[in-house]
């Protein structure tokens, strides 16, 4: 029986409510009931904030704890990073400062010449001497005029002080200095620093936090100053695009402002490496003594930064360890490639490696005599400071400049480290016999070092102190690169 349509549908119109209304879904029995606009709705939107502003993109806005979980796990993070630089820099922190003093170490070319009346630290006497033979030397009959010792007057100045005659003679060294010519590595400084009285094993590691805060500084900075760079001259990299030094002009010049910025804490590093560990010498209690010592006598911070004989080195030497690595193993690569196609990291992965290694080499011979200069430079007080307490021997004339330093390390030192000292054996003989030998000793003065170089004459060995290290440094890397597999990391060879 069908059921009658209604006649108009206007009786069964209704308004709408205004408020918003969600019902669940109607049921699929038989017996549902017909929806109903105007029936209670089951929610409503409710005006009450909740706890988190920004619609629950972050659980930590608006959570304290959460926050604060945060805010720990990255100053672990901090701390941890922080540590692990310590850690490295601490590793190669006796190399590094081994190598320092034997950069400023100043060997003058007579080093060991025998002077009339000067005895030498580096004298070996034959432990079969005995003392009846010294006293006889030492110990005059005054009865007799003609038995006394025949040593000439030493010199002395107008106050009554000795002349230093030799910078290896015994009674002129300052006890706080490391003699001449004992050490010829890095290795060799590093163990001599250690063994030595005045210093001790400690020393090995003078500087360490200056040389970890400037890594560390360093590391964060560069990537910052290339991105400014990026960002300030990216209307002019367009016009520089056919201009082959286009790829390394960002990265050379973050480089050298970063050195730049950081040049004062260079040269606190070294000052701590190279001044006296003993208490009565010591010139700086610490970094922050010395930097504000330099500030006050030499010059403040425009002198820190600005004068000639840092701000040039600086310049050189953070110019040239950029731009060195980035040029020369795409040099060798082209020349490894014998005409071929060229060499890539992605098609020859190995031969690329070994050209790498080859521009290390190469890179090391131009910039460690600039390094040289600058270190040498750098212990060079300036203004109304006092002369530094070094504890090693320091060139007692100031150097006027990168090419000065470069031209009288050349020409006024020798290079044949370490110096090797002849042993004068003594024998037992009577006194007339002994006299004829003094005659002709001190007739033909014999000198006291063997087999003396080519080197003794040139200082360009001194240029180039801890090349060995370094080199040796490249080739672990490299061979660890190849071992592994991935892409070594260069800055373990920068020691």
Known sequence: MSSTPPSSLRDLYTSPSDAWSFLPPPSSSENSTVFSPSSTPSYEWSTRTRSNPLFELSTSIGNDSALNTNIIITVKGLLAAAFLQY?????????DVGKTLLQVQWVPRDAGEVVPGAVLTTDVVDEEEELSDSS????ADPSKPDSSPSIPPRLSDERGYVVRQSVLEEGTIPEYV??????AGSWGMAKRLGRFRAEG???LWKGLLTSSVSDALSVGLQPLIHAVLQSVLSPALPLLSTSPMQPLLLPVASHVLTGFFLSPLDLIRTR????????????????IDALRQILSHEGGLKGVYFHPHLLIPTLLDCTLR???PLTLPGLFASYLSFG???????????????AELLGGFAGL????????????????VRGTAKPLKACVELRPAPYNGVVDALWHILTEERSDLPLKPKKRHRRHSSGKAKGKEKEKTAEEPEDVYENESWLRNTGAGQLYRGLGIRMAASVTVFVLGMLSGDEPDVGWAEL
């Open 340 to 354: 071929g196609a060229p060499l890539t990291p992605e098609t020859r992965p190995f031969m690329w490696s070994v």
């Open 322 to 324: 950029t731009l060195v």
């Open 201 to 203: 094993w400690l020393s």
């Open 178 to 183: 490391i003699p001449v010519g004992s050490a």
């Open 272 to 287: 701590l490496i190279v001044q006296s560990a003993m208490p009565r010498y010591r010139t700086y209690s610490g970094p």
């Open 365 to 380: 011979l131009i910039t460690l005599p600039i390094e040289t200069a600058r270190r040498r430079l750098q212990v060079q």
């Open 136 to 139: 006889n030397e030492y110990f």
């Open 87 to 95: 850690a490295t820099t601490a590793l190669v922190m006796p190399l």
